[in-house]
């Protein structure tokens, strides 16, 4: 009960701290910002959408698709200015390639989280061949800059990219499945290779989110371009249209991100 009781407690300041970020962009005529939110947090300010969408929003993390996103208020079209989400890109790379770690996504994460910076100013960390990109708030570049030093047993550096644009891309898994239908359950459970009733205790769980959105109902139908992110698995997107095979079935291109 006092867990429930503090998560609840964390949704409502959660909420509150929307409303006022979009409250104050809409009186004074400015840009506010969120720091980074996972996908909970997402959900939270979807529920609150209707109420803050005076103001105007959007969201974003650095690149497209990202999953960890922070929320603008404010509409350049009726402020007359645009102001940039103060993210930048830091690559951290071994300092002597040949003794590095294999490292992982955890591995990133629990250095940084070991410097005692607040996880709402990290945003994605992608990671992969002992190295990594993070996507973080400006404000704290400088200081993870000078401060991370070391990733498990590896010695590393760190530097800001310059250029985002240079940022190698993550090339998904292209994978061909077929179905009986396009329920977000089904889809999920031949993606992951996994029993329809596993695939239903995510849902239980609240750990499926659709488009960034929790996704509660596992019967939802699934359309071409959708993200679903299954937390602990990964994320797919749905890329091709379904087509009826010659049994019956809907045969549907996914690209899985791992």
Known sequence: MERKNSNEKEIQQLKNRFRDLAEKSFRQGIFTFTGFLGLSEQDVFWQEERGLSHAGYCLGGGYDGADRVMIRFGDSGELGYEVPFPIVCIHIQPLA?????????????????????????????????????????????????EN?????????????????????????????????????????????????EKSLDLFRAGKVYVNGRLCENNSRQLETGETVNARGY?????????????????????????
């Open 97 to 145: 390639q040949k003794f590095a770690d294999e490292l992982s996504h955890r591995d990133f994460l629990g250095a940084l989280m070991n410097l005692g910076i607040e996880r709402s100013t990290i945003g994605d960390i992608k990671a992969g061949e002992r190295q990594a990109y993070l996507f973080c708030q400006d404000s704290i570049a400088a200081f993870i800059c």
């Open 148 to 196: 991370l030093r070391q990733v498990k047993h590896t010695h590393v550096k760190c530097a800001v990219v310059e250029d985002m644009g240079s940022l190698p891309e993550e090339e998904p898994l292209t994978v061909g499945i077929q179905v009986q239908s396009m329920r977000v359950d089904g889809v999920l459970a031949k993606v992951y290779n996994m029993s329809r």
């Open 234 to 258: 990964g994320k797919f997107v749905l890329t091709g249209r379904p087509r009826e095979t010659r049994k019956g079935k809907l045969a549907v291109e996914v690209a899985v991100y791992r």
